[in-house]
């Protein structure tokens, strides 16, 4: 799965986008877990992160399967 | 509920009509968020905004359909800028249209409530100069650095064109008179002034009469020729002779055609009237306050003679471009001159020329030497002429060492490189460079120097080889020049190969040279063997095919062969680039592809 960093996200992992492949479909805490492995300096930002699955925020229980568009979006601050 | 929802990296329009036909609505309510240029009493010159746009425009349209159940609204539009946003323009325009105005009211307020909850937009980082590129991220107003450092040099074709658009913001505008303004970008929309045509006017040779008056004799009261303008009320038996364009004295009236009439002297005796008044009604072209051209328009001379119409004779319209071009390297001599072993031709130099023909603009030309040091004394002899130039370009050599050579020149100019690789076929080694114009470079973290404000320069060094040279000035400069006018970059469209493309895999995207012509859908599908739909140019960032009923042909694009970046053979043919993706081995014949047209099919409008 595609999962795509923005804002402040993009300078804690220095990329816009991580491509994971996962075996399996992965819930909220095993998607945070393979994140914060290859990229440890999102764990600080975990709290404040919303995640959103093929372009709607994703409800705790989402699965993430492997063709899903991941984004993790820090808090917003548009207008 | 009609909504329009856009999210643009362009200025937001001063002003915008409401819908028309609105039906039951009471309220057009407008709000527009603009960038504050102080916070904590620090001067912001800009903002930059980042959007994650296929979730915003989502997101916009859910808020306003949830909210509607409780506050009704009938139409919504809803713009939001990204990138680069100067102090005191808007970041944001919304207008609703609800029955009553307290609707309006309540609905907007909880609208922009829940935007800034919920829409994935982001104020990115407040700039003290205008100055911008991944290489001043540490100039963000807060002094916590990132944790880690943000390296962007290699771009994919789409990252590298978005990252030109966001640093290559429209030069302040300038009047130009219509006979200088061809190709320019118009700057602000031009509304009709009046009514078009602004009285009522004849179209025929005749009388007119008042539509409601069946008598068949009348008395002519007033001639009117084509140039009068003699408004007077008609009474019931008056007609006056009218000639065709003539400006008639009154509305509600009929021209009855001077050949179904019998004149004698005063006397006017109607034989016959037709079913239509013969009348061209005011306003019925353009009503007053409509646009005519909007703002980011690049001026053909269908839209000059609109302009001309209305008497905007100095619209404003974008600068013409100060463009600056030097060729590099010693093997390179000019083309009346017989290369020695190992030298060239310069190809390049009437390349980069005649390619800026299809943009208003000033070129200059020049050589600097290989040796970096008589470069950059070169250089500092023609600093005022560097200064001067909106646009530098540098033809450098292909290699690494050259490349270097160009990006070592652009940052003692004083640029901050923003990318220097980009993952296209051919043109690799790209180099894109902002400077914000100033002398002074600050010499740490590579940053470019600090600018005063409203001067940004851009600079790119282009792959020595011609074929390179044609490919990056298509779809990265033109962008650039695009942006800086104020315009519409070229767009990649959609079309149909016309033959098999066999090739190797390549880990980038290439950039194809191809002919690209307009077939019309029975004789393109009878000239290949596939079954597949016939569409006119679909949008290829929207995905979105024709309408079945305006499927009236399609682009056939006919690959041309090439074999390196150097090979010059197929670009006289050349008029659109094919979008081959990466790791792609092949495409089918009729295999639907992205093209970008390139400069021999845009023209001089």
Redesign the interface.
């Known amino acids: 799965m595609r999962v795509?960093f923005?804002?402040q996200l993009?300078?804690?992992?220095?990329c816009?986008a991580v491509e994971l492949a996962a075996a399996s479909p992965l819930n909220t805490a095993q998607l945070w877990t393979e994140l914060v492995q290859r990229f440890p300096?999102l764990a600080a930002h975990r709290p404040n992160v919303r995640l959103?699955r093929n372009?709607?925020?994703a409800a705790p229980d989402a699965i993430f399967a492997d063709n899903d568009?991941v984004?993790l979006?820090?808090p917003?601050?548009?207008? | 509920m009609e909504i329009e929802i856009q999210l643009t990296d362009q200025p937001i329009a001063e002003k915008y009509l409401p819908p028309p036909q609105l039906g039951a609505v009471g309220a057009w309510l407008e709000f527009r968020?603009v960038v504050r240029g102080e916070e904590n009493g620090r001067t912001i010159r800009a903002l930059e905004?980042?959007?994650?746009p296929?979730?915003?425009g989502?997101e916009i349209r859910r808020l306003l359909q949830d909210i509607s159940a409780r506050h009704p609204c009938r139409a919504a539009k809803v713009i939001?800028r990204v990138g680069v946003i100067p102090a005191g323009e808007t970041?944001?325009y919304v207008g609703v249209a609800s029955p009553h105005r307290g609707e309006a009211i309540e609905l907007l307020a909880e609208f922009?409530d829940r935007?800034?909850?919920?829409?994935?937009?982001?104020?990115?980082r407040a700039l003290p100069t205008n100055i911008v590129g991944d290489d001043v991220?540490s100039l963000t107003l807060s002094a916590k650095k990132?944790?880690?450092?943000?390296?962007v040099s290699y771009k994919s074709l789409d990252?590298a064109r978005a990252a030109i658009r966001s640093r290559c913001p429209p030069l302040p505008a300038v009047r130009a008179p219509l006979a200088e303004a061809l190709g320019r970008v118009l700057r602000e929309t031009v509304c009709a002034p009046e009514d078009l045509p602004p009285v009522d006017r004849s179209m025929r040779d005749g009388y007119a009469i008042r539509a409601d008056d069946a008598s068949k004799t009348f008395s002519v009261v007033d001639t009117i020729h084509a140039a009068d303008w003699k408004p007077r009320q008609l009474k019931t038996g008056e007609a006056v002779r009218v000639a065709t364009g003539s400006a008639l004295p009154c509305e509600g009236l009929r021209v009855v055609m001077q050949e179904h009439v019998e004149r004698d002297g005063d006397k006017l005796h109607v034989a016959r009237r037709e079913n239509s008044t013969n009348v061209r009604l005011r306003g019925e072209e353009v009503r007053q306050g409509q646009p005519l051209v909007s703002a980011g328009t690049k001026l053909n001379a269908g839209a000059l003679a609109i302009l001309a119409t209305v008497g905007n004779a100095n619209p404003p319209v974008s600068p013409r471009l100060r463009i600056l071009h030097f060729t590099t390297g010693d093997e390179i001599v000019t083309p009346d001159q017989t290369p020695k072993p190992g030298q060239i031709r310069d190809s390049n130099s009437i390349l980069i020329r005649s390619l800026l023909q299809n943009f208003p603009c000033d070129v200059e030309q020049g050589h600097l030497p290989e040796d970096f040091e008589a470069a950059k004394s070169e250089v500092a002899n023609r600093k005022s002429q560097i200064e001067n130039a909106d646009v530098l370009l540098v033809s450098g050599g292909a290699s690494v060492g050259e490349t270097d050579f160009t990006r070592a020149l652009l940052e003692q100019l004083g640029f901050g490189i923003v990318f220097s690789q980009v993952s296209v076929r051919p043109g690799r080694p790209l180099i894109f460079g902002v400077n914000g114009g100033a002398s002074v470079p600050v010499p740490h973290c590579g940053i470019g120097s600090l600018a005063p404000p409203n001067k940004v320069r851009v600079a790119f060094g282009l792959p020595g080889n011609p074929l390179a040279h044609f490919v990056c000035f298509h779809f990265a400069v033109a962008a650039a020049l695009a942006g800086l006018t104020g315009g519409e970059p070229p767009e990649f469209l959609r079309g149909q190969l016309a033959e098999k493309l066999d090739d190797k895999p390549c880990p980038r995207e290439t950039l194809w040279p191809a002919r690209w012509e307009w077939r019309v859908g029975q004789t393109f599908l009878s000239a290949s063997s596939g079954d597949f739909p016939v569409a006119c140019a679909d949008n290829a960032n929207t995905g979105q095919e024709c309408p079945a009923n305006q499927q009236t042909g399609m682009s056939a694009l006919h690959l041309l062969a090439w074999a390196s970046s150097g090979d010059i053979t197929c670009m006289a043919a050349a008029n659109a680039l094919v979008r081959v993706p990466a790791n792609c081995a092949g495409l089918d014949n009729g295999a639907k592809v992205d093209f970008l047209p390139v400069a021999a099919m845009l023209g001089g409008g």
């Open positions: 795509l923005f804002a993009k300078d804690a992992t220095g816009n300096a959103a372009w709607e925020y568009e984004a979006l820090p917003v601050s548009g207008g | 968020g905004y980042e959007a994650y296929e979730m915003a989502r939001h970041a944001i922009m935007l800034k909850q919920d829409v994935p937009v982001w104020k990115r991220r990132p944790e880690t450092p943000h390296v990252e």
